[in-house]
T-cell receptor, first 114, second 115 residues
Framework: GAGVSQSPSNKVTEKGKDVELRCDPISGHTALYWYRQSLGQGLEFLIYFQGNSAPDKSGLPSDRFSAERTGGSVSTLTIQRTQQEDSAVYLC????????????FGPGTRLTVL | AQSVTQLGSHVSVSEGALVLLRCNYS??????LFWYVQYPNQGLQLLLK??????LVKGINGFEAEFKKSETSFHLTKPSAHMSDAAEYFC?????????????FGTGTRLTVIP
């Protein structure tokens, strides 16, 4: 596609429910990143994919968070048993040029946990 | 460890005035540095990047930044502010030039342009 897309744009859920957030990267981009933007924490790195593998999961805040990527394209970030502190905007970015590290960001998914 | 510090969470300038947004980095190896802009309810858009070539980097919308190793700074400037420049600006650094390249962001500076 022309840019990185994310769905849904907004998600409201109840505490304890599971949610799935989707990211469609720019076609051909091999690297994919998830970040979280929240009032208290600013912009923080969550996880990185190169192809379908995730060599760096160091940013995932807890074992309730997981992510996968299939076919070297679409990625899903799953949050199990959501908590109120998970409320944030989740941003996805993709990159096709590792040497210059330019990442292209999607519009984000705003997650609200009630 | 690598990090960036943005001085001033809020900056207000008059339309037509100079814009100066400050960013200092901490890095043990030569960094790649970026400035991103975020308009309300939108994702991040790259303004400009420093990747060890020219130290004065020109970006979109008339913005530029100068990498100063001696001052560990990468301040963002624009000679004349426009109302459309009102947004939040993030400085970011990455070090792992052949690997993950995940970005470490500053806390952001919200720019207000006064008519």
């Amino acid at each position: 596609g022309a840019g990185v897309s994310q769905s849904p744009s907004n998600k409201v859920t109840e505490k304890g429910k599971d949610v799935e957030l989707r990211c469609d990267p720019i076609s051909g981009h091999t690297a994919l990143y998830w970040y979280r933007q929240s009032l208290g924490q600013g912009l923080e790195f969550l996880i990185y994919f190169q192809g379908n593998s995730a060599p760096d999961k160091s940013g995932l805040p807890s074992d309730r968070f997981s992510a996968e990527r299939t076919g070297g394209s679409v990625s899903t970030l799953t949050i199990q048993r959501t908590q109120q502190e998970d409320s944030a905007v989740y941003l996805c970015a993709s990159s096709g040029d590792v040497a210059t590290s330019e990442q292209f960001f999607g519009p984000g998914t705003r997650l609200t946990v009630l | 460890a690598q990090s960036v510090t943005q001085l001033g969470s809020h900056v207000s300038v008059s339309e037509g005035a100079l814009v100066l947004l400050r960013c200092n980095y901490s890095s043990s190896v030569p960094p790649y540095l970026f400035w991103y802009v975020q308009y309300p309810n939108q994702g991040l858009q790259l303004l400009l990047k420093y990747t060890s070539a020219a130290t004065l980097v020109k970006g979109i919308n008339g913005f530029e930044a100068e990498f100063k190793k001696s001052e560990t700074s990468f301040h963002l400037t624009k000679p004349s502010a426009h109302m459309s420049d009102a947004a939040e600006y993030f400085c970011a650094v990455t070090l792992d030039q052949t690997g993950a390249n995940n970005l470490f962001f500053g806390t952001g500076t919200r720019l207000t342009v006064i008519p």
